[in-house]
């Protein structure tokens, strides 16, 4: 892709991804064949110099602190949309899109509360059993099993769908993770998780379930863990199905153990805030 008739910058997410499809033979367009070149030669990367001086940065700076809820498209004046985003990005600043919070009832409240209260004397060493299944937005469904991996699924994932994955990535990915030491797994309540075949599935292979409350996403860190992935995919532009599985996996492998157990330490924090909110869905 280009930015005012050159070519812009890849991302890390991008450059993994070249890779990975440079090695399986995968034929390549202009600008991933230049980063192959220069890779191979050792040569750094060029281009002309930044036309934005210390003043107008500081201007930008300034207009960005005292209007944080603006978007790129209203603060950018004399630079393009996509310069004015970069500058920020250099700055420091993210981007964000505001979240919607689900509305709960008085009833699904006092049922959160509830559950929590239950789970706050539970360290993060409790909570580093619990085996977590996240799923990404459309258009793909992603079950991941911890760092064990993950598989993508381009189908609606009903109930024999749903069991089919648990039979065949999550049970060689617990024994991966987890060996002979006992685990609890974790899901949402969606249709699929919460069928009768699905709970007589995991009780057959005698799997306990985490029993979780609903319309809570902020207590679940791999909410955040694909808030990570995603923030890494922004700017990756896959042309195809075989791309956007490569670039799936390339950001799924940048994930660091550091950071998934600063998400799992976090929980005991999470119970906190839930219990503080009286149920209600806590800002974390």
């Known amino acids: 892709y280009t930015i005012m008739g050159k070519t812009a910058d890849l991302t890390v997410v991008q450059k993994t991804t070249i890779d990975t499809l440079h090695k399986e033979g995968k034929t390549q367009k202009?600008?991933?064949?230049?980063?192959?070149?220069?890779?191979?030669?050792?040569?750094?990367?060029?281009?002309?110099?930044?036309?934005?001086?210390?003043?107008?940065?500081?201007?930008?700076?300034?207009?960005?602190?005292?209007?944080?809820?603006?978007?790129?498209?209203?603060?950018?004046?004399?630079?393009?949309?996509?310069?004015?985003?970069?500058?920020?990005?250099?700055?420091?600043?993210?981007?964000?899109?505001?979240?919607?919070?689900?509305?709960?009832?008085?009833?699904?409240?006092?049922?959160?509360?509830?559950?929590a209260k239950g789970k706050k004397d539970w360290t993060a060493a409790e909570w580093s059993k619990v085996m977590k299944r996240g799923e990404?937005?459309?258009?793909?469904?992603?079950?991941?099993?911890?760092?064990?991996?993950?598989?993508i699924c381009w189908s609606k994932v009903n109930a024999a769908v749903y069991q089919d994955v648990l039979e065949h990535f999550m049970l060689p990915a617990a024994d991966q993770l987890y060996g002979d030491a006992d685990f609890i797994f974790q899901q949402d309540l969606a249709p699929a998780h919460s069928a009768k075949a699905t709970s007589t599935w995991f009780k057959d292979h005698g799997i306990p379930v985490l029993n979780w409350p609903a319309n809570l996403p902020e207590l679940n860190p791999i909410e955040n863990l694909w808030g990570i992935v995603k923030r890494k995919m922004r700017h990756a532009r896959?042309?195809?199905?075989?791309?956007?599985?490569?670039?799936?996996?390339?950001?799924?492998?940048?994930?660091?153990?550091?950071?998934?157990?600063?998400?799992?330490?976090?929980?005991?924090?999470?119970?906190?805030?839930?219990?503080?909110?009286?149920?209600?869905?806590?800002?974390?």
């Not at 207009?63 to 004015?84: C, L, M, W, Y």
């Not at 791309?243 to 924090?269: F, G, Y």
């Not at 119970?271 to 503080?276: E, F, L, N, P």
């Open 30 to 115: 202009s600008s991933v064949s230049k980063h192959i070149n220069r890779e191979a030669k050792g040569r750094k990367k060029c281009g002309r110099k930044k036309c934005a001086s210390n003043r107008d940065n500081c201007t930008l700076e300034r207009t960005v602190k005292q209007n944080p809820f603006k978007n790129v498209g209203e603060i950018h004046k004399d630079a393009s949309r996509t310069t004015t985003h970069r500058r920020m990005q250099d700055m420091g600043f993210s981007c964000r899109i505001p979240c919607v919070e689900p509305l709960l009832n008085n009833r699904q409240c006092q049922k959160s509360l509830v559950w």
């Open 136 to 151: 990404a937005q459309n258009p793909l469904s992603t079950v991941s099993d911890g760092l064990g991996g993950h598989v």
């Open 238 to 284: 896959p042309n195809n199905a075989e791309e956007l599985k490569a670039t799936i996996r390339a950001t799924w492998a940048l994930i660091t153990p550091e950071q998934c157990h600063r998400l799992i330490d976090s929980m005991p924090c999470r119970i906190a805030a839930v219990i503080q909110a009286k149920g209600a869905p806590a800002k974390y």
